[in-house]
């Protein structure tokens, strides 16, 4: 096999596989609050939640300082403690099973959809027993999990459905907004996720007592809400009825996330469009597999995610990764199954739980999808993947 095609690579530059957009309206937006009284614990916070609640049609959010703490808080306010089991997916980022960890509890990995690449229903019921407490559904690259399906196991084992949404605001399932659907819906704002605060994370509720739960949590356990104490000393008192965090969002952050709400729709209908060009241009391609979607499911394509069945290529799955960014095509894998992480083998996981998240895992490489992609952009991821794809084809 020659590596002469890798002399003139189809871009000079490195594309990255994701990427934030900010423009003017939002350097104004935080320098706006630099500029004001508040840079935290002020009226930004509840401008952003307000809004992102309003969006996906929920009645609460709180917002954390990122994805992790806020499913951590989700955790706290379902009552995961020492003893609980909580299903979720091994094809995520670390932090859906890390919260359950750090709460006392023990993940259960349920296998994979091969379809979807999201968690498998069926595979969530056979790993119920009498020590489950909830169920984490992860929204893998933005195509939200079988939430009807998932609801209704959920319900009929008195569970708490927590859906870990990093991947899809501003998708849907049977029309409804993600958010507004699970018992607590937690949305990420990395820079490559479809908004961005920096870092930072949110959760949505429409139940009152997780509401109130959040929120104490995420400010060390305390509240000054009167209905709340047991005592009230003055104005100035408080009291601490949890051992809670430090996980307060600043407002500088909040305030870049009310600007970029205002721009989410359109994000996410350019990632929607370069999605449709990829499923175009890649869909006849012998021995490359393009994302599938559930009937019910509207994406929000944080990731887009090929496939390369192994029997139809003469070099593996890193010799392919490494044609790629030979390419300065900044391609990634998402995701390493979590219990292959030597942690995880120390707390007794093993290979070979979850075949078909392994399976995926073989194969799997995403390709570059953020709304910043000019079409030239695009046009070069797909001739630099039909380039390799040529290479290495048999």
């Known amino acids: 096999m020659s590596d002469q095609s890798a002399l003139n690579p189809v871009r000079t530059t490195l594309l990255p596989y994701g990427q934030q957009w900010l ?4 350097i104004e937006a935080v320098v706006k609050v630099l500029k004001g009284d508040f ?3 002020g009226p930004a916070i509840d401008a952003f939640e307000t809004k992102v609640a309003d969006y996906v049609g929920a009645k609460y959010a709180v917002a954390f300082t990122n994805g992790t703490a806020a499913l951590h808080g989700a955790c706290f306010a379902a009552g995961i403690e020492e003893g609980d089991e909580v299903i979720t997916t091994p094809i995520t980022f670390l932090a859906s099973s890390n919260c359950v960890l750090y709460q006392g509890g023990r993940p259960i990995f349920a296998d994979i959809n091969m379809d979807t690449y999201n968690i498998d229903p069926t595979e969530i019921e056979n790993k119920i027993t009498a020590r489950t407490k909830a169920i984490i559904a992860v929204d893998f690259s933005g195509q939200p999990v ?5 609801a209704m196991i959920a319900r009929d084992h008195n569970l708490v459905l927590i859906e870990d949404s ?3 605001l501003g998708a849907s399932f049977a029309g409804q907004k993600v958010g507004s659907i699970a018992d607590m819906t937690m949305f990420s704002f990395h820079p490559v996720k479809h908004i961005t605060t920096g870092e930072g994370g949110i959760i949505t509720t429409n139940n009152e007592e997780y509401y109130r739960k959040l929120l104490m949590f995420r400010s060390h356990g ?3 809400n009167p209905e709340e104490l047991t005592r009230n000393d003055g104005p100035w008192y408080y009291e601490m009825h949890e051992l809670g965090y430090n996980y307060r969002m600043t407002d500088m952050q909040a305030a870049l996330g009310v600007s970029q709400m205002d721009k989410l729709d359109s994000f996410v209908e350019r990632r929607r469009e370069i999605a449709e ?8 391609l012998q021995g490359v597999v393009i994302p599938a979607q559930h009937a019910q499911s509207e994406s929000s394509w944080h990731l887009y995610v090929v496939r390369w069945l192994p029997e139809h290529f003469a070099g593996d799955r890193k010799d392919i990764f490494q044609a790629l960014r030979d390419e300065n095509i900044g391609v990634n894998v998402h995701y390493i199954p979590v219990y292959l992480q030597p ?3 120390e707390l007794g996981y093993q290979s070979g739980l979850c075949p078909n998240a392994e399976l995926y895992y073989d194969s799997a490489i995403s390709l570059p999808i953020f709304p910043k992609m000019s079409n030239s952009d695009v046009n070069d991821v797909i001739t630099a993947l039909k380039k390799v794809y040529k290479r290495f084809y048999e």
């Open 146 to 150: 079988e939430m009807d399906r998932i």
């Open 343 to 345: 942690y995880y083998k």
């Open 166 to 168: 990093a991947h899809s």
């Open 277 to 284: 060009r990829y499923n175009e241009a890649f869909s006849s």
């Open 222 to 224: 305390m509240t000054r």
């Open 39 to 41: 840079i935290t614990q």
């Open 23 to 26: 423009d003017e309206q939002d």
